[in-house]
């Protein structure tokens, strides 16, 4: 059983930076892909970012180059830095991990809000 829990969403202007965090918890800390999605009002849940143990890091056309995913395994936890955020980033941002064994586990989401 893994936990996931988020921290690090908040209200900021247009242009402005958040780093979102996951921290893991539990048994089988071991993943074959950890991700970001986020779900806006009334639209249905997107991918933001994936980082697969091996392989390219892979990214919404909407956040390419502005969000950066990252892990540190050591901590079992990842980060979604992110920058220049616009009001459409706005959303609810879920935190996803998928195990050897092709479990996949979600954190509660962090919300993040973008004024224009």
């Known amino acids: 059983q893994v936990q996931l829990v988020e921290s690090g969403g908040g209200l900021v202007q247009a242009g402005g930076s958040l780093r979102l965090s996951c921290a893991a918890s539990g048994t089988s800390l071991v993943f074959l892909a950890t991700t970001w999605y986020r779900q806006a009002p009334g639209k249905q849940r997107e991918l933001v970012a994936t980082l697969p143990r091996s392989g390219r890091t892979t990214y919404s056309d909407s956040v390419k180059g502005r969000f950066t995913i990252s892990r540190d395994n050591a901590k079992n936890m990842w980060y979604l830095q992110m920058t220049s955020l616009k009001p459409e980033d706005t959303a609810v941002y879920y935190c996803?991990?998928?195990?050897?064994?092709?479990?996949?586990?979600w954190g509660q989401g962090t919300q993040v809000t973008v004024s224009s």
């Open positions: 996803n991990a998928v195990d050897d064994s092709y479990r996949t586990s």
